[in-house]
């Protein structure tokens, strides 16, 4: 099946860096989402891009679909922005899910 | 529109019992998709529902099993508890079974049922 890796696993920035986050996967894709998990558990909507260029406010994401990665922008953080982000896939399976990005702001 | 609604938030039981837990899909949404997460082995594919039928089944044992009704509300059953099974249990929902890239393919989730079995 899909394999999905995220880098970096954990990433400590102050408040007010910029960071980018990778999804590389294996295989041709149709869907590609991007998630924040709060600390509550709840996965929150943050792109869904299988191609292209998207951007939100503070965070913008971009999917090259052909050389297999989408990358996760996220400009001037914020503490309200820590968090597990997820990169997940979907191909000719399930959505298929990457270990995540463990992100912490400090003030 | 309201958001996928799971019940309940949390439920503590002990080896060997039974668990049902439900999903209401975003109004309008006829695929609905059940997850597992646990620190240990990440988010893991449970089984998708599109139209009443599971379409989709992940690697999990038969203790594990699912419906959906004809309104588009789901259910999960876990049988005979093990304490592996606890976990945060999540349900999303798509306006459709995916296909190609479409924004109707896009998967909501809701806020889960967090299981702790003793």
């Known amino acids: 099946g899909i394999q999905v890796e995220q880098s970096p696993p954990d990433l400590i920035l102050q408040e007010g860096a910029n960071s980018t986050l990778r999804c590389n996967f294996s295989?041709?894709?149709?869907?590609l989402q991007w998630f924040h998990q709060n600390p509550w558990g709840q996965l929150i909507n943050l792109f869904y891009?299988?191609?292209g260029t998207k951007q939100n406010g503070r965070l913008s994401a971009t999917t090259v679909a052909t050389e297999r990665y989408s990358l996760l922008y996220i400009s001037s953080s914020q503490t309200t922005d820590s968090g597990v982000y997820f990169c997940?896939?979907?191909?000719?399976?399930?959505?298929?899910f990457g270990k995540g990005t463990r992100l912490s702001v400090i003030a | 529109k309201a958001g996928v609604t799971q019940t309940p938030r949390y439920l503590i039981k002990t080896r060997g019992q039974q668990v049902t837990l439900s999903c209401s899909p975003i109004?309008?949404?006829?695929?609905v998709s059940w997850y597992q997460q646990t620190p240990g082995q990440g988010l893991q594919f449970l089984f998708e529902?599109?139209?009443?039928?599971?379409?989709n089944k992940g690697n999990f044992p038969g203790r594990f099993s699912g419906r959906q009704f004809s309104n588009s509300r789901s259910e999960m059953n876990v049988s005979t508890l093990e304490l592996g099974d606890s976990a945060l249990y999540l349900c999303?929902?798509?306006?459709?079974?995916?296909?190609?890239?479409?924004?109707?393919?896009?998967?909501?989730f809701g806020p889960g049922t967090r299981l702790t079995v003793l």
């Open positions: 999303a929902s798509s306006a459709r079974l995916a296909g190609g890239p479409s924004s109707y393919n896009e998967q909501f």
């Open positions: 295989d041709s894709v149709n869907n």
């Open positions: 891009i299988p191609s």
């Open positions: 997940a896939v979907r191909g000719n399976t399930p959505l298929v």
């Open positions: 109004s309008g949404h006829r695929s």
């Open positions: 529902y599109f139209s009443e039928t599971q379409r």
